[in-house]
T-cell receptor, first 116, second 116 residues
Framework: NAGVMQNPRHLVRRRGQEARLRCSPMKGHSHVYWYRQLPEEGLKFMVYLQKENIIDESGMPKERFSAEFPKEGPSILRIQQVVRGDSAAYFC??????????????FGEGSRLTVL | AQSVAQPEDQVNVAEGNPLTVKCTYSVSGNPYLFWYVQYPNRGLQFLLKYITGDNLVKGSYGFEAEFNKSQTSFHLKKPSALVSDSALYFCAVRDGRGSSASKIIFGSGTRLSIRP
């Protein structure tokens, strides 16, 4: 039973380029969360999605950042026109359906974005 | 709005001694509380959770945590520390109000260092 899969594990972009980070949740999980972790800092909530719906995007910057979780395929975190300050580790986590959901998250290994 | 605080950036303990990592929280409804551990360049791993019931919860690797409603705390403890416990520890909270899903907020993390 595969865990949460994130790719790429490492991504290097130049300022102004686009970064796309992908996350495949655990089998049977329909809730996905994205968090950002800066070096030597904690996890900052970005967005919470269910299939085809954004539940809470209160932690996501209003500009340049977007997220989706389509009916088929992985969740995508997209960062347009990247800047150096976007350099961070981006973690995806998944959990079970609401109702069975007591909140335990299963995390991927993270995608580390470096902006030159 | 929900929040969680970890007042100590670092905790240093000698191997074999008891350890405590502190966490306090704030939510509007009933709290769902969690502890996660992160090893270098890895994703977070679930340790334990409190949803309801006994205030003392036991988790992985000999860790336990005590829920204290009056002090709004959920401190992580272990009777006898191991060098291998050295890692970054995160407390997290979810607002359990209602049946709808809600985001999980993480503390800033506490680095636990166990010296031989």
């Amino acid at each position: 039973n595969a865990g949460v899969m994130q790719n790429p594990r490492h991504l290097v972009r130049r300022r102004g380029q686009e970064a796309r980070l992908r996350c495949s949740p655990m089998k049977g999980h329909s809730h996905v969360y994205w968090y950002r972790q800066l070096p030597e800092e904690g996890l900052k909530f970005m967005v919470y999605l269910q299939k085809e719906n954004i539940i809470d995007e209160s932690g996501m910057p209003k500009e340049r950042f977007s997220a989706e979780f389509p009916k088929e395929g992985p969740s995508i975190l997209r960062i347009q026109q990247v800047v150096r300050g976007d350099s961070a580790a981006y973690f995806c986590a998944s959990s079970k359906l609401a109702g069975e959901n007591t909140g335990e998250l299963f995390f991927g290994e993270g995608s580390r974005l470096t902006v030159l | 709005a929900q929040s969680v605080a970890q007042p100590e950036d670092q905790v240093n303990v000698a191997e074999g001694n008891p350890l405590t990592v502190k966490c306090t929280y704030s939510v509007s409804g009933n709290p769902y509380l969690f502890w996660y551990v992160q090893y270098p360049n890895r994703g977070l791993q679930f340790l334990l959770k409190y949803i309801t019931g006994d205030n003392l919860v036991k988790g992985s690797y000999g860790f336990e945590a005590e829920f204290n409603k009056s002090q709004t705390s959920f401190h992580l403890k272990k009777p006898s520390a191991l060098v291998s416990d050295s890692a970054l520890y995160f407390c997290a909270v979810r607002d359990g109000r209602g049946s709808s899903a809600s985001k999980i907020i993480f503390g800033s993390g506490t680095r636990l260092s166990i010296r031989p």
